[in-house]
């Protein structure tokens, strides 16, 4: 089974831009969490999706977003980028009611 | 909110030497997962511990979830330059579905 892919794997954007990730979770998993790592706050969730539906969400400003589609593919969206938005952005999908999470290799974005 | 926290939090250790990471929860988990993030990768599960008091080996590795199932501890006995990392201890949170919170990590250094 191929496992979480994200794309693209690396960004560098200017600050007062905006971006879309992307994540195609593994076959059959139908929630998808979202993830920013950074070196100093560890790993924080973002928001996970089920279905088409955010069902959690994570202590966020409004500029990111993200979606589900009916394929379990999820976006996640940062608006009006700053240099803070810098980090390592994780997907990760689950099988509904599991709580194993497993890991895309992650989105590089550098804000300039 | 929900709150897990890891020691320590770097950790130095000359090969062959033992390691412990552990993981303490500020509420009653049902389960907890583990995982490990190598250098420049992305976390990738580990195990599961589901049972108060449960202790499961992988190999070199030792889990154990506490019997208040508040917390845990991953040991490695003779630690190699392949455990390098950091690992992460997670449970699910209070927020409810599939929502996890991750520790805040040990990251392990096996000098040669």
């Known amino acids: 089974k191929a496992g979480v892919t994200q794309t693209p794997r690396y960004l560098i954007k200017t600050r007062g831009q905006q971006v879309t990730l992307s994540c195609s979770p593994i076959?059959?998993?139908?929630?998808v969490s979202w993830y920013q790592q950074t070196p100093g706050q560890g790993l924080q969730f973002l928001f996970e999706?089920?279905?088409?539906?955010?069902?959690n969400k994570g202590n966020f400003p409004g500029r990111f977003s993200g979606r589900q589609f009916s394929n379990s593919r999820s976006e996640m969206n940062v608006s009006t980028l700053e240099l803070g938005d810098s980090a390592l952005y994780l997907c990760?999908?689950?099988?509904?009611?599991?709580?194993?999470?497993?890991f895309g290799p992650g989105t590089r974005l550098t804000v300039t | 909110g929900q709150q897990v926290m890891q020691i320590p939090q770097y950790q130095h250790v000359q090969e062959g030497e033992d390691f412990t990471t552990y993981c303490n929860s500020s509420?009653?988990?049902?389960?907890i997962q583990w995982y490990k993030q190598r250098p420049g990768g992305h976390p990738v599960f580990l195990i599961q511990?589901?049972?108060?008091?449960e202790v499961k080996k992988q190999k070199r590795l030792t889990f154990q979830f506490g019997e208040a199932k508040k917390n845990s501890s991953l040991h490695i006995t003779a630690t190699q330059t392949t455990d390098v990392g950091t690992y992460f201890c997670?449970?699910?949170?209070?927020?409810?579905?599939?929502?996890?919170?991750f520790g805040t990590g040990t990251k392990l250094q096996v000098i040669p």
């Open positions: 990760a999908s689950s099988l509904k009611g599991e709580y194993e999470q497993y």
């Open positions: 076959s059959g998993h139908r929630s």
């Open positions: 999706y089920f279905s088409e539906t955010q069902r």
């Open positions: 509420t009653t988990l049902s389960n």
């Open positions: 511990l589901v049972k108060s008091g």
């Open positions: 997670a449970g699910p949170d209070s927020g409810g579905y599939q929502k996890v919170t």
